[in-house]
């Protein structure tokens, strides 16, 4: 006995196959912009750190020039720093904290990437705290 096939018999993609073809593809969308935009704030945590560095590197130096330290103002007149360094996302500057005999300082910005995490410098070198607000004390802790 020979069956032959109908000529009505569907061979095309259901929309149902379709649906889910497009989910799984929305899904893989979603993943891929959120891993985008999370290497996007990790780098721009990076760049805080490396601005951080360098204000450190220009205290040390303008230390050693005037045996104390200097608010970001005196390290841009001075010319220590010839560029101004800006926080990546906000576009603004960077604070930095001193104590009464300009002997003890700190500046700080926070982490993009994980809440509630702060990179520090400080006449001691760099940090991370968890702690708000931040001033000269929570940078001593």
Request: charged share 25%.
């Given at each position: 006995m020979i069956i032959k096939?109908?000529?009505f018999t569907s061979s095309g993609i259901s929309i149902l196959t379709i649906i889910s073809v497009l989910a799984l593809l929305l899904v893989v969308l979603m993943i891929?912009?959120?891993?985008?935009?999370?290497?996007?704030?990790?780098s721009r945590d990076e760049l805080r750190?490396?601005?951080?560095?360098i204000i450190g590197l220009a205290q040390v130096y303008y230390f050693n020039q005037h045996q104390q330290y200097g608010m970001l103002t005196d390290l841009y007149q001075d010319e220590i720093i010839k560029q101004q360094y800006l926080d990546p996302a906000s576009g603004d500057n960077y604070?930095?904290?001193?104590?009464?005999?300009?002997?003890?300082?700190?500046?700080?910005?926070?982490?993009?990437a994980e809440d509630n995490?702060?990179?520090i410098q400080?006449?001691?070198g760099p940090g991370v705290i968890n702690k708000q607000p931040i001033n000269l004390a929570t940078c001593k802790e």
């Open positions: 096939k109908s000529l891929v912009v959120a891993n985008i935009n999370l290497r996007q704030k990790q750190i490396k601005h951080l560095e604070k930095i904290f001193l104590n009464v005999l300009a002997d003890e300082w700190c500046t700080w910005s926070a982490s993009e995490k702060f990179y400080t006449e001691q």
